[in-house]
């Protein structure tokens, strides 16, 4: 069983030194009694999730040997969330966007991003168990 901890600082001011060995700073707006110096906890979700699945992609598209023709390849995560407390995510949409040089390999993208999707990615996994409409798609610039 592994353990992780997070300990209090001030005002709405957290700090934890990872389960990796690095450095995570929580905190909230100065509106909500925060010092706006970290982090939001249901934000870092959503960069959970990208940097999963992303880390994902990268490692597939690696073992298909096409990745040294990818240009560009970034994230973006479209999101709705309930107006009621507890204020939780009802609508995630996430843009896989990849440049390449000369023809993409469509076959392998929609390959790694299923594979992450459907069998590896954890953190996909249990959002889509908590978000009613968890959607992706793939572009290419």
Known sequence: ?????????????????TVSGHDLVIDADPASGGMDAGVRPKELMLYSLMG??????????????VIENMETFRMEIEYEQSQEHPKVYTKIH??????FNGEPPREQVEKAVSLSQDKYCGVSAMLKKAVPDFTWEIIYE
């Open 1 to 17: 069983m592994g353990v992780a901890r997070l300990d209090y600082f001030s005002k709405m001011l957290f700090h934890a030194k």
């Open 52 to 65: 999963c699945t992303g880390m994902d992609i990268v490692s597939l598209l690696r073992k298909m040997k």
């Open 94 to 99: 996430l843009k896989y966007i990849l440049k």
